[in-house]
Every structure is written in C-alpha cells, then in structure tokens.
C-alpha cells in the first residue's frame, strides 16, 4: 500500500477495510487472568441474536457476584457483604441496563506484595463513532442492547484478590490499623477496571518474547501465527500523548502508525518472527515514543467526550520509572491522590478509609468526576450524560 496510485491504493483501502472488519467482527478476546493481562484467548463470537430485556432502573444493585472464597466462612461473608456495598455504590452513578456477572476468587496468594486485580472477561470489537475498530468490555457492551450483538462469555468481570493481606472490612466497626488496607475501596477500584477503565497501550508484544521493554504497543491479533492488527480499546480514543503541556499524538494516531509495521494477515513461522519484524520497521519508533511518554510526568492525558460529568481533561499515570506493567496508563496520575479522583491512582495507601479519604476531599461518591467523565466518554449512561455516544456494529 506504500507505493501505488492514489486510486489503487484507495481501492485496497476500501478491500482491505472491508474484509477486516469481517475478520475483526468474529474474534473476539477472552482474559481469563486478571493478575496477568498477557494471557489471552482469542475465540470466536459470532452474531447472536439479543435476547436480554432492560433490568428495572430502580435496581439497587446490578452486580451479580458468583464467590470462589477458600477461607472462612466469617472471611468470606465479609467479602460478600464488600461487594454487594460496591455493586450498589456503582448503580448509583451509572444508569445500567443490564446486570454484570462478576466472578470472583478470595484465595491466599502467598505473596504479601499482591492485593490483587479485577478485569473484563472479554472484549468484543465494535465501531466506534470515528469508523474505527475497537476492542470494548462485555460489561459495557451489555448496556448498549446491541441486536444482534457478538456472541458473549458468560462472565463480565473476573476478579483476583489476595486473602493472604491485612484487609480492613468496614462492617467490623472497628477503626483502621495502620497496616490495613480498606477492601472496600480496593474492590471499587478493581470494579472500575473491570468497567473498561483500562488502556490498552502495554509492554506484550516483547514480554511474551520474553525481551526487555523499549516500546509499547495497543493490544494486537497474533491468531494462528496470523497477525491481524494492532487496536485500541475504547479508552484510549480519548487518550493524548503530550509533550510541554501540548497534544503531540492521539493514541488512535500512534495506533495507525503501528499498523504499517507489518500487513494485517500477514503469516509467520514464529511469534518471534513478528516480534522482530514489528520491531525492525520504520514504525518502532511510534512504540518507543508511546513508552516514553508513558514514563514521563504530564505526557498522558484523557480528554473527556463532549457532554460528560466534567470537560477538564485528566492526567493518566506516566510517572512510575522503570514502566510498570498494570500500573502506569490505566490509572489518573497521582497527582489527584488528595482529589475527588483519588479512587482511581494506581496505590492504595493503608492505614486509611474509603470514607475517610472521601471527608478529606470533600466529595459526595467515591466515584470523583473526572473517573466519571472518563466511563461516560468510553460509553456509560449517567443521569449527567444521558446520551453517550454508542458504537455499532456490522455483521454479516
Ligand atoms: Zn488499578
């Protein structure tokens, strides 16, 4: 496509866009790990009709939760009684549709570094207003009662959390110690996640090679020693790369880019060999440029939708050195650790509660305006943005 006539090259376009969008509709991603986004699943989910109808708005709650707890009894209602605190609070600020399936484990990891982590279960491909492919969370998926809809896992969210750490639960009425980590926030936290606040800009196509980070990429269709693209999830339509305060890049720009690295369908003999050619072409400096703002203060930034709960823009975590993979992109920067946005930085300070840190800042929900803005622009309803804007999607 580098050098023909403008006509040719318009034609293959059209071909070429025509044909993926097929390819694309019918993959979808399944992340059956939440404690390590690289383990990937690529499955079919083909056209299914939809055969949901709207839960009743007045619902207190749209989070079914299925527990996996290997502990007490006692530990393990406290855990329930957590998440059913969390479902309700989210319910409040967004206007769901339809209910989220949530799985989660409570086991002893053994590890006291870990906490643990929540993610979606799957990521289906729709297009997004601007015509282009991204990957979405079922969860989110759900609510814009797509009919037909790809095919969906039977779970939404699934979730990890370490039953080996010094948990603070708040129905035990008893005041926080200093070590203790509050499980409410964290599950709040890990939820928002699971909800689609996640970029999908990260260290894999190296990692699984097992070589060292020196560039990032979107997340990729490696199916078969097939490459079938390099895409965004909706997150980061909305995400800038900036550099002295100003818009250097889109995110779906650096995408594009990627993208001319190698032919989609190209096939290889090894993951290895895409790996070394992605990295050999012209394009590897979008992804070295991509990793260094995602390891700079301020070169990261949302800018929300039009029409959400706040149009200030937020500052995505790009200060961790070396980059650190779960932490940096997905989270606001730090800085707004002594905001109403606090829920959503990338550490947890013990010794501290949810309700406490949400009197400090002075805010009604622990869901702070800016985190809301960012889940309104991926695609949630709320009561402040009735209207968001809705992918579609073309099937055969
Ligand atoms: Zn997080």
Redesign the pocket.
Known sequence: MKSQSIYASLLLCILTFTRFLTIAAELCIDFPNPLDHSEKVIVECPTTANTDTDVKRQTINFFQVTHNCTVNVALCNKVKIAFIDAGVEISKVLNLKQIIKVYVFFTDFNDINILG?AGSARKIPLISDDKIIRFYPQALVKQFSLDPHPEYSDLDIIAHFNAGQEWWFRNDNVAIEPEQIDFNELIL??LI?GLG?ESSWNDDLEYLDRQKTTGLTPDFLFHSNEFLGFYEYIFDRYVNFLSSSSVVSTSTSYTYQLNMAVAKKTSFNTYSDFVTEVKSSSQWKYAESALIHAITNYSLYFAPAKYTSSNKGVYLESGLYPFAR??SI??VSIIYEKTPDFL?T?KQDPGETLEETIQFVNYTSPIGPGILSILESIGYETDNSPNPIKPTYIHE
């Open positions: 982590s936290h890990e996640h606040f779960g932490s997905s989270h959503m990338w």
